[in-house]
């Protein structure tokens, strides 16, 4: 979360959602298979940090992710549609 908040930004359920998107992701098993090396923060800080400039963190997840179901396919899973923020975040 420290990384991305330093890089892009955003609000705190921004990164909280993305983070746990990239760690689903790393669990996964997906990125090493295809890519030939386990997920690591910078990698995904990287990746992000290629998205068009006016892009907010998700919009950066996203795209990344695009690039990746474009590439391999079933990343798609692992995309954000929907950040629950307020009170009930936790509940």
Do not use: C
């Not at 090493?32 to 400039?53: G, K, T, Y």
């Amino acid at each position: 979360m420290a990384a991305l908040e330093r890089e892009f930004g955003g609000d705190d359920s921004d990164r909280r959602v993305i983070t746990r998107q990239a760690r689903d992701l790393a669990d996964s098993g997906k990125v090493e298979a295809d890519r030939e090396h386990e997920l690591s923060v910078e990698d995904v800080i990287e990746n992000m940090a290629d998205a068009p400039d006016d892009y907010d963190p998700i919009e950066r997840w996203n795209w990344w992710l695009g690039s990746l179901e474009t590439a391999y396919g079933g990343y798609d899973r692992f995309t954000i549609r929907f950040v629950q923020d307020g009170p009930d975040v936790n509940a």
